[in-house]
């Protein structure tokens, strides 16, 4: 992911399916959504927090720096309505776009250097890459918890998603 329109394509597939999930988690209501499932992050909000927490730090990581004890934190005690998860997501979503508008290849070679426990310097595509892959993989897990309790998914991959070229 080393071409800046590629790595913008991904991350508009991602604002996308989360939307378009939160539209469907929404058709469930707020009870069934915030239940524990013994998935990843427990409930299906705090799977989506977790989502929002690493889209958002993760590329302020690949920006800047610093510390992953640095970046967002969500807890699912703090949004009371759907309506306040779909505008955290709307922030999220323009941050990353904004961030997006001015990515370069530059950007993308470059190395950075953060704090996980610590000091790992890896290249800024590698870090988004990373960003990109973990919420793939929740968005896989959202499928798997709505066909367990037979809701059916937005969509399942990008050929769904993509439009036509």
Do not use: C
């Amino acid at each position: 992911m080393t071409d800046p329109d590629g790595v913008r394509q991904i991350y508009e597939y991602l604002i996308e399916s989360r939307r378009r999930f939160l539209e469907t988690f929404r058709s469930i209501g707020w009870d069934r959504f915030t239940e524990d499932r013994d998935a990843s992050w427990g409930s299906m909000l705090a799977i989506f927090l977790h989502m929002l927490d690493d889209e958002e730090g993760w590329w302020q990581i690949a920006r800047n720096g610093g510390s992953l004890a640095s970046t967002p934190d969500r807890k699912p005690g703090d949004y009371a309505d759907f309506d306040a998860v779909a505008a955290d997501n709307a922030r999220v979503a323009a941050l990353t776009r904004t961030r997006l508008a001015a990515l370069s290849e530059a950007d993308l070679a470059r190395s950075v250097t953060f704090e996980a426990g610590e000091s790992l310097t890896r290249p800024f595509d590698q870090i988004v890459r990373h960003a990109a892959i973990d919420e793939i993989a929740h968005l896989g897990e959202f499928v798997a918890l709505l066909w367990q309790i037979d809701v059916a998914p937005p969509f399942v991959d990008w050929l769904d998603y993509e439009p036509a070229r």
